[in-house]
C-alpha cells in the first residue's frame, strides 16, 4: 500500500511558476513509476508528466512539454513537478499516482492516487 500526498498548489498569475511535491508512504517507494495528472472542471483528467523507477527517464504530454519539469528524489520519498510559464489553461486539479508495473501515460494502470492539489493560474 501506498499512500501519495500533493502539496504545493495555489494561484499564480500566468508566465508564473509554481512547484508541486507528492510525498509518498512505505519504503518501496523506488519500485514504482509515478506520474502527474490533472483534471479541469467538467472535463476529464489528462495525463501530465510521467517519471520511470529510477528517475533516468521521463515522459510528457505535449502540452506542457519545454514548460513542465518532473523529477523524483527516492531517497526522500518524493516526486516533483516544477512547472513554468503557467497559462490559464493549466488550471485544474493536479493528481500524482504510482504504478508498480507500468510507465505511461494511461491512468488506468495507475494504482494509487493522491487527494489532489489545486493549481489556478489568472490571466
Known amino acids: 500500500q501506498v499512500q501519495l500526498v500533493e502539496s504545493g498548489g495555489g494561484l499564480v498569475q500566468a508566465g508564473g511558476s509554481l512547484r508541486l511535491s507528492c510525498a509518498a508512504s512505505?519504503?518501496?517507494?523506488?519500485?514504482?513509476?509515478m506520474g502527474w495528472f490533472r483534471q479541469a472542471p467538467g472535463k476529464e483528467r489528462e495525463f501530465v508528466a510521467a517519471?520511470?523507477?529510477?528517475?533516468?527517464?521521463?515522459f510528457y504530454a505535449n502540452s506542457v512539454k519545454g514548460r513542465f519539469t518532473i523529477s523524483r528524489d527516492n531517497a526522500k520519498n518524493t516526486v516533483y513537478l516544477q512547472m513554468n510559464s503557467l497559462k490559464p489553461e493549466d488550471t485544474a486539479v493536479y493528481y500524482c499516482?504510482?504504478?508498480?508495473?507500468?510507465?505511461?501515460?494511461?491512468?488506468?494502470?495507475?494504482?494509487?492516487w493522491g487527494q489532489g492539489t489545486q493549481v489556478t493560474v489568472s490571466s
Open positions: 499516482a504510482a504504478s508498480r508495473g507500468y510507465y505511461g501515460d494511461n491512468s488506468r494502470r495507475y494504482d494509487y
Open positions: 512505505g519504503r518501496t517507494f523506488s519500485s514504482y513509476a
Open positions: 517519471i520511470d523507477w529510477s528517475g533516468h527517464s521521463t
